[in-house]
């Protein structure tokens, strides 16, 4: 049983949900660290993790940032009270937040006397688009059966915007129980079979990062990133143990059709060679070429380069006309010799890796810049929390990112950064993101600073200024 498992729990506890369905973003890794601020991890497992978790999984939506705040507040110990007497029987279990949508109508029968029916179409319009008339006739029915049973227009108002935060989208309980219920499955699996986990995040092409995050937060996993090969790949991502071996479906511009006669021819035996190959899969020469690249043949062609092994491929081409889509321009008739260059240089493989799986894989980006970074001075990403409310220059590999608007229409983002050591999220505020946004890419590194915040034990980063390593 997921919810028993102390590794699962732990998972939540942590806030190490990377992958776990529904509760991988960084506003909902952040949010779980705050649930368990404070908190042993022996006393987090005597709370009631999984309707805590419910919750969370509930109260995450666009415009309920204040509710937020106000629950943690209220499940740390600050003191509060319902709005008002008559939303106790709705609110109690949710420290008297509105988080569910039969919340939302179950206040408005409660407080303002709507039937049933009214109450259930009030939920409905509360989430839709284009519905401002709509919404202005329920709000004059619900502020005037409100009063009606003495509620002060303030208390009216306050409760209305509660329901207001349910725009965009919100959950009823049963679906959010039904949510978290599959996270727990997805966390057991992340807890105890982290390579297969992560393979199959991959596989399923992920959720809220790109590949090369979740190959990075793999390796923080302490898993082994193993390349394409091309006797022990399959066409999805394979995880065994601890090592996690990359699918060939991440080979950009590889035909299906080739992936599948390569497997297909496979299972007769192992490929021997590249001229193995060649003889028993019928593959278009531009593919082959993307394999030698990618370095799928270097465990069977130990003793030659792969500048040799695309020589060979022009060879077998000019011999094989009809299999050529002129990949070699040139009139390679009379070739008859095959030449032997050297092993590419490191800068060549590096570029044609990223060229050829979108990210680099074999090696984080970052420790290109080693000998740079010597020089320069800074926190590295899992010892933030040691420097909360100091300012400081950390280096950073940019992860996802997320802009929204303020109330004031102003553009701000929250940007996810990395190091070698850990993720770490970053708050560009109106001023810094207009200043900074547009020097930031998913390419490069880059050294910020500013001002780690810490928000019952969720640290973050509010960035002044950003350059180029």
Same mark, same amino acid.
């Given at each position: 049983n997921p919810n028993e498992d102390v590794g699962t729990i732990e998972r939540f506890y942590r806030g190490d949900t990377m992958g776990v369905f529904y509760f991988e973003s960084p506003a909902t890794r952040q949010l779980l660290q705050k649930v368990a601020h404070g908190l042993s991890l022996a006393d987090y497992l005597q709370r009631d993790h999984y309707q805590l978790n419910v919750i969370v999984t509930s109260i995450i939506r666009p415009a309920s940032n204040q509710y937020i705040q106000e629950w943690v507040k209220r499940l740390h110990g600050a003191p509060w009270s319902h709005l008002h007497p008559l939303l106790k029987p709705v609110l109690d279990e949710t420290l008297g937040v509105m988080v569910y949508q039969e919340q939302m109508s179950q206040a408005a029968m409660h407080l303002a006397g709507f039937d049933p029916a009214s109450a259930d179409l009030l939920r409905k319009i509360v989430s839709k688009k284009h519905k401002a008339r709509q919404l202005r006739d329920y709000h004059r029915q619900f502020v005037s059966g409100a009063r009606q049973r003495g509620v002060r227009d303030e208390i009216i108002e306050q409760v209305w915007q509660?329901? =207001?935060?349910?725009?965009?989208?919100?959950?009823?309980?049963?679906?959010?129980?039904?949510?978290?219920?599959?996270?727990?499955?997805?966390?057991?699996?992340?807890?105890?079979?982290?390579?297969?986990? #992560?393979?199959?995040? =991959?596989?399923?092409?992920?959720?809220?990062?790109?590949?090369?995050?979740? $190959?990075?937060?793999?390796?923080?996993?302490?898993?082994?990133?193993? #390349?394409?090969? $091309?006797?022990?790949?399959? $066409?999805?991502?394979?995880?065994?143990?601890?090592?996690?071996?990359?699918? =060939?479906? %991440?080979?950009?511009?590889?035909?299906?059709?080739?992936?599948?006669?390569?497997?297909?021819?496979r299972a007769a035996g192992p490929f021997r060679s590249l001229q193995?190959?060649?003889?028993?899969?019928?593959?278009?020469?531009?593919?082959?070429?993307?394999?030698?690249?990618?370095?799928?043949?270097?465990?069977?062609?130990?003793?030659?380069?792969?500048? %040799?092994?695309?020589?060979?491929?022009?060879?077998?081409?000019?011999?094989?006309?009809?299999?050529?889509?002129?990949?070699? %321009?040139?009139?390679?008739?009379?070739?008859?010799?095959?030449?032997?260059?050297? %092993?590419?240089?490191?800068?060549? #493989?590096?570029?044609?890796e990223l060229a050829i799986l979108g990210f680099l894989a074999s090696r984080h980006p970052l420790t290109l810049y080693e000998d740079r970074l010597k020089n320069v001075p800074y926190v590295r990403a899992h010892?933030?929390?040691?420097?909360?409310?100091?300012?400081?220059?950390?280096?950073?590999?940019?992860?996802?990112?997320?802009?929204?608007?303020?109330?004031?229409?102003? =553009? #701000?983002?929250?940007?996810?950064?990395?190091?070698?050591?850990?993720?770490?999220?970053?708050?560009?505020?109106?001023?810094?993101y207009e200043r900074f946004v547009h020097l930031l890419s998913h390419t490069r590194p880059y050294i910020l600073q500013g001002r780690v915040e810490s928000n019952f034990g969720a640290v973050t980063l509010t960035v002044e200024s950003v350059r180029f390593l």
């Amino acid at each position: 049983n997921p919810n028993e498992d102390v590794g699962t729990i732990e998972r939540f506890y942590r806030g190490d949900t990377m992958g776990v369905f529904y509760f991988e973003s960084p506003a909902t890794r952040q949010l779980l660290q705050k649930v368990a601020h404070g908190l042993s991890l022996a006393d987090y497992l005597q709370r009631d993790h999984y309707q805590l978790n419910v919750i969370v999984t509930s109260i995450i939506r666009p415009a309920s940032n204040q509710y937020i705040q106000e629950w943690v507040k209220r499940l740390h110990g600050a003191p509060w009270s319902h709005l008002h007497p008559l939303l106790k029987p709705v609110l109690d279990e949710t420290l008297g937040v509105m988080v569910y949508q039969e919340q939302m109508s179950q206040a408005a029968m409660h407080l303002a006397g709507f039937d049933p029916a009214s109450a259930d179409l009030l939920r409905k319009i509360v989430s839709k688009k284009h519905k401002a008339r709509q919404l202005r006739d329920y709000h004059r029915q619900f502020v005037s059966g409100a009063r009606q049973r003495g509620v002060r227009d303030e208390i009216i108002e306050q409760v209305w915007q509660m329901i =207001l935060s349910f725009e965009g989208y919100s959950f009823c309980k049963p679906h959010s129980a039904s949510y978290t219920l599959v996270a727990y499955k997805s966390a057991w699996l992340r807890a105890h079979y982290p390579a297969e986990f #992560m393979a199959a995040v =991959l596989s399923n092409r992920g959720g809220y990062y790109s590949p090369f995050g979740y $190959i990075s937060e793999a390796r923080r996993m302490g898993l082994t990133v193993l #390349m394409p090969d $091309i006797n022990a790949s399959e $066409i999805h991502y394979v995880g065994r143990g601890r090592s996690l071996r990359i699918g =060939l479906m %991440q080979l950009k511009g590889v035909a299906h059709k080739t992936l599948k006669a390569l497997i297909r021819n496979r299972a007769a035996g192992p490929f021997r060679s590249l001229q193995d190959f060649l003889d028993r899969v019928r593959a278009e020469p531009a593919d082959v070429k993307i394999l030698i690249k990618a370095g799928c043949f270097d465990d069977v062609e130990k003793d030659r380069s792969r500048p %040799q092994l695309l020589w060979q491929l022009h060879l077998h081409t000019a011999r094989h006309p009809a299999r050529s889509l002129d990949l070699f %321009q040139e009139d390679s008739s009379s070739l008859s010799t095959l030449p032997a260059p050297p %092993q590419s240089d490191m800068k060549t #493989m590096l570029r044609d890796e990223l060229a050829i799986l979108g990210f680099l894989a074999s090696r984080h980006p970052l420790t290109l810049y080693e000998d740079r970074l010597k020089n320069v001075p800074y926190v590295r990403a899992h010892q933030l929390n040691k420097f909360v409310n100091k300012r400081v220059q950390t280096i950073g590999w940019l992860i996802t990112a997320k802009t929204v608007s303020t109330k004031n229409s102003e =553009l #701000m983002e929250f940007i996810s950064f990395e190091d070698t050591t850990a993720l770490y999220e970053t708050t560009f505020f109106p001023k810094a993101y207009e200043r900074f946004v547009h020097l930031l890419s998913h390419t490069r590194p880059y050294i910020l600073q500013g001002r780690v915040e810490s928000n019952f034990g969720a640290v973050t980063l509010t960035v002044e200024s950003v350059r180029f390593l």
